[in-house]
């Protein structure tokens, strides 16, 4: 019988018994349909202590794996970067720490048979789901692709979770940090590969972008948080409205503006209620100010300037596992958007014999936004700019299509003047956002009787 006095993990050198336990691992594996032993890699290396018993459970041989085995055994190594290694993203990330939680897919523990037989149960499912994805997606290269095909491998949602211990306080986890996540899955629900669902407003630091902010009670004054709540007096006789610090001399109440002494509450002055008085510059306000202090640069905001982001989780839509599971070759031209392929093959079996082209649309200043700005900015530029596009479209002969980092025109009816117009039109749409894009659009395809 197993005993957790014979095996203790993580730390503790391993029992005599230890075969005997990895005899009984294996047993249960196999009675579940796990014949193999599972090929696994390590993150971050071997670990040591325990090796002789994994090796015996797990084939540490291989170059493609099954499963990746969490096992640092440092307090301090970053679990928001579980999943950027390389590789990683179609198989479970196994825990042996008892730490990775919702980071890792399953957590594994000598000790414990339930740990033994939901490990094998995640690795059977990821395999199985392996099996299902299309061709174009069982080694999928583009980031975005990989992102989806870990959602859909994993059964897992990318779920946002706030996180204190990273300057962006969210993360999504089982997935790459959210500075990674973010941009590839805002990308995807433009494609409508992924829907959205409102997490929460933050607010972030306009200097480093750090969401770890401390909120306080501010002086509109001078900004110090050093406030304090006084009784407000009110002299009849003159209307000083003052705080009740003002008017005090030794024990009389002398009103300041007009000099006379205060004798009767009610008769002579009231107290209509309290203020606020900045110990720093002594400024009163019945209404102090929300302020802001980076808790990560110093760097101070008021309510007016701060900056605030939305965030979202996010999950596939069926769209987005018809594109996953399929097994139909997309159409020739390099990796169009679905939607586009589609609408193509409508004007093909329709009757139209206009001339058709698509046309593409990339950005020139991409690379520099992201490196200057960040790839968020530069998704939420395109973003509106795309919804420019959309809105000044307005012929039903042109149709928008969301590619992965291009955009892209079906126009129905392609003439000598189209290129230029559209020119101008793209021109026209990025002229009102913050930042140039500098689209660029050339003719991908073209042909004279509705076939590409
Ligand atoms: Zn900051
Ligand atoms: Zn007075
Ligand atoms: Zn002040």
């Excluded at 540490?60 to 290694?85: G, K, Y």
């Excluded at 009757?351 to 200043?365: K, Q």
């Excluded at 690379?367 to 395109?382: I, N, P, Q, S, W």
């Excluded at 959309?390 to 980092?405: K, R, T």
Aim: net charge neutral; glycine share 6%.
């Amino acid at each position: 019988m197993l005993s957790s006095t014979v095996v203790e993990l993580p730390l503790r050198s391993l029992p005599v018994e230890t075969n005997d336990v990895a005899q009984q691992c294996l047993a249960l594996w196999h009675g579940m349909g796990l014949f193999d032993r599972p090929k696994v890699g390590w993150l971050p290396g071997l670990p040591l202590p325990y090796q002789k018993f994994l090796e015996l459970i797990f084939d540490t041989s291989h170059h493609h794996v099954d499963a990746i085995v969490f096992a640092d055994p440092s307090r301090t190594s970053v679990l928001h970067d579980l999943r950027a290694a390389p590789g990683s993203m179609l198989v479970p990330i196994i825990d042996l720490t008892g730490r990775a939680t919702d980071f890792a897919d399953v957590r594994f523990d000598i000790a414990d048979r339930d740990s033994w037989a939901q490990t094998a149960r995640r690795i059977l499912d990821f395999r199985e789901r392996r099996r299902q994805l299309g061709p174009a997606f069982a080694t999928p290269a583009a980031p975005e692709m990989e992102l989806l095909a870990h959602s859909f491998v994993s059964g897992r949602t990318l779920a946002a979770q706030y996180s204190a211990s990273i300057p962006e306080t969210v993360c999504y986890p089982g997935y790459p940090p959210a500075r990674v996540t973010i941009p590839l899955a805002e990308g995807l629900v433009r494609r409508g590969l992924l829907k959205k669902t409102f997490f929460d407003r933050l607010h972030e630091c306009g200097a480093c972008g750090s969401r770890r902010l401390l909120v306080r009670e501010e002086c509109p004054a001078c900004r110090s948080a050093n406030l304090h709540e006084v009784a407000l007096l009110h002299h009849y006789s003159c209307a000083a409205l003052e705080a009740e610090d003002n008017f005090r001399q030794g024990s009389a109440l002398v009103c300041p503006k007009c000099r006379k002494q205060l004798r009767n509450y009610g008769k002579d002055y009231d107290k209509p209620g309290v203020t606020q008085v900045c110990r720093q510059c002594t400024a009163a306000s019945s209404e102090p100010e929300i302020g802001f202090v980076c808790l990560d640069c110093n760097a101070r905001a008021d309510g007016q300037s701060i900056r605030c982001t939305d965030l979202f989780s996010y999950d596939l839509t069926d769209n987005a596992i018809a594109l996953l599971t399929s097994h139909v070759k997309p159409l020739g031209l390099r990796d169009l958007p679905t939607s586009l392929t589609a609408a193509v093959d409508r004007l093909r079996h329709n009757s139209s014999h206009l001339p058709l082209a698509i046309l593409e649309v990339r950005y020139e200043a991409q690379d520099v936004l992201c490196e200057t700005r960040g790839a968020l900015v530069f998704e939420k530029l395109r973003t509106l700019f795309i919804e420019n596009l959309a809105n000044n479209l307005g012929d039903h002969e042109v149709s928008l299509h969301i590619g992965n980092d291009c955009e892209y025109l079906l126009v129905n009816g392609y003439e000598a003047s189209t290129f230029g117009r559209t020119q101008r039109l793209l021109q026209q749409c990025e002229d009102v956002l913050s930042d140039r894009l500098r689209p660029i659009v050339r003719v991908l395809a073209r042909s004279r009787r509705g076939k590409s």
